[in-house]
């Protein structure tokens, strides 16, 4: 049986993209700054655009991550999650998860 109504939301001078919501981002909500850290983690190879995460991540210098990917990790969180990001925090994750700094790896 075929519906006799069809509701659409659309309009003639509208953008059936955008009113369909597609390409709209919401601000992600998190409980810490631990649970967003961790979230950027899992997510951080999509967040660079990179196939795979790179290596050179983690560095020994003051800012922890290196400012390359730091900036773009800056700008997305900004945008999209409501707030910076701690490096430190990131940093450490990072380290738990098997990536290290040049320093790291002499020791």
């Known amino acids: 049986m075929r ?3 069809i509701n659409e939301k659309f309009t003639e001078d509208g953008d ?3 009113d369909m919501g597609i ?3 919401t601000k992600r909500m998190f409980t810490s700054i631990d649970k967003k850290m961790e979230w950027i983690a899992d997510n951080l190879a999509g967040i660079l655009s990179v196939n795979e995460m790179p290596e050179d991540i983690l560095t020994q210098e003051g800012s922890f991550i290196r400012d390359e990917y730091f ?3 800056e700008k997305f969180s900004r945008e ?3 707030g ?3 490096p ?4 450490n994750i990072l380290k ?3 990536f290290s700094t040049k320093k790291d790896e002499n020791d």
Do not use: M
Request: proline residues 4%; without cysteine.
């Open 23 to 25: 390409g709209i981002f």
């Open 3 to 5: 519906a006799k109504y």
């Open 71 to 73: 900036n773009i990790l």
């Open 80 to 82: 999209y999650l409501g």
């Open 96 to 98: 738990g998860r098997g």
């Open 16 to 18: 059936p993209i955008r």
């Open 84 to 86: 910076g990001t701690d």
């Open 88 to 91: 430190k925090i990131l940093r």
